[in-house]
């Protein structure tokens, strides 16, 4: 079992006639980032509780580096968590409130200063925790997070409250992160965010797996074919010379052609036999996003 690896094996959650997680099973590898991906309501935040051991599983099991998490002798020190942005007393600066946090764990008073360095916070550590924008208190619980140096981070939705240059910083940090060999799994409905930050995606909906691999191999599984989206002043010529060679050609809604069944040097081939001049000529691909809601589509519901 690899350090730091989060195995998740049968896990099902079940609330009365509702059923929020049900026999889900995925890996999550050290020395990667991870998306946890689903739909509102599938199932992720409950997952990651039972991860936690915050909720018992009605079925199966979660373990972090082949130990459960009520198992593992340090905890701190294997496991940093976020579930949601950080609560502390309101009359606490942040420094204080993570001076707290290590007195409790016994960790030395001067970590507190490291992860605030580490975090972004150190201008803001003298103030209270009251004047904390959320983005801020997201930035503390990272902080907390990081008190005990973990081998493994767990972060549930962390890009709330974040502008854009705070969520660009907090790719920057989990990449980092991962590239020490750490374990980082990180739920979010930021879909184009993920597609830059995670190695790895988990998809989810309804409780239940949907998908999971490589960003390049779930986005590239989808039978959506690559289209080639071509801007010519000759689109009827061009558009009858590919549809002789076999393409599939529809008009946009803009006046371009969307093209299918022949690649871009294929149709900048027939431009040259029709003589036309092209405007523009682009491969368009399916992103994260559009696998996402063709994968999740009509299963939002929690069974």
Not at 202 to 227: F, H, K, P, Y
Request: include cysteine.
């Amino acid at each position: 079992m690899s350090d730091g690896q989060i195995v998740v094996s049968g896990l099902t959650k079940q609330y009365k006639k509702v059923r929020a997680v049900d026999n889900l099973s995925f890996t999550v590898e050290p020395g990667r980032v991870t998306g946890f991906l689903g739909p509102n309501g599938a199932g992720k935040t409950t997952t990651l509780r039972m991860v936690l051991n915050l909720v018992t599983p009605t079925a199966g099991t979660a373990t972090i580096g082949g130990q459960r998490y009520a198992d593992l002798s340090d905890p701190l020190q294997t496991v940093g968590a976020i579930l949601e942005a950080s609560a502390a007393h309101k009359g606490r600066t942040g420094r204080n409130h993570l001076r707290v946090v290590c007195a409790a764990a016994g960790l030395p008073h001067s970590r507190a200063d490291e992860v605030l360095e580490l975090v972004g916070l150190t201008p803001a550590a003298k103030r209270k925790f009251k004047g904390y924008s959320l983005g801020m208190r997201q930035r503390l619980g990272i902080a907390a997070a990081m008190l005990g140096d973990p081998r493994v981070l767990i972060l549930d939705e962390p890009a709330n409250g974040l502008d854009p240059e705070g969520i660009r910083w907090m790719r920057g940090l989990l990449r980092g992160l991962a590239s020490e060999g750490r374990t980082v799994l990180v739920s979010s409905h930021l879909l184009s965010e993920m597609e830059l930050l995670a190695d790895d995606v988990v998809i989810i909906a309804a409780g239940r797996l949907v998908r999971q691999g490589t960003v390049d191999e779930v986005v590239g599984s989808m039978s959506t074919e690559a289209r080639v989206r071509v801007r010519t002043p000759g689109a009827e010529a061009l558009g009858a010379e590919l549809k002789q060679a076999g393409a599939t050609v529809t008009a946009g809604t803009e006046g371009e052609l969307l093209v299918t069944g022949v690649d871009a040097p294929a149709v900048g081939a027939a431009a040259l036999r029709t003589n036309v001049e092209l405007h523009e000529l682009v491969t368009e691909r399916p992103d994260l996003e559009h696998v996402f809601l063709e994968l999740t589509q009509g299963k939002a519901t929690i069974r």
